[in-house]
């Protein structure tokens, strides 16, 4: 049986793009909507620079299944 290389590194890219949506949800999670300083804060939305929503970096991440 021949090994298929592009296969098996399609296989490795699909469970890398799971593993960063995953963190990246994680990270989302740690939020603390109840922060009343920037120092209490666990998500960084307090930071002005953040420019997209932790949900968008998944779907963002996640779409890269569809370009593999």
């Keep these: ?3 298929d290389p592009a296969a098996e590194w399609q296989a490795g890219y699909e469970v890398g793009v ?3 949506a ?3 949800e994680n990270d989302a999670k740690k939020c603390d909507c109840f922060a009343r300083m920037e120092v ?3 998500c960084g939305a307090w930071d002005d620079n953040k420019s997209l ?3 968008r970096a998944i779907e963002i991440v ?3 299944k569809e370009l593999g």
């Design 22 to 24: 995953k963190a990246l």
């Design 62 to 64: 996640r779409a890269l």
């Design 18 to 20: 799971e593993a960063a």
């Design 1 to 3: 049986m021949t090994e």
């Design 40 to 42: 209490e804060c666990g």
């Design 53 to 55: 929503t932790s949900a």
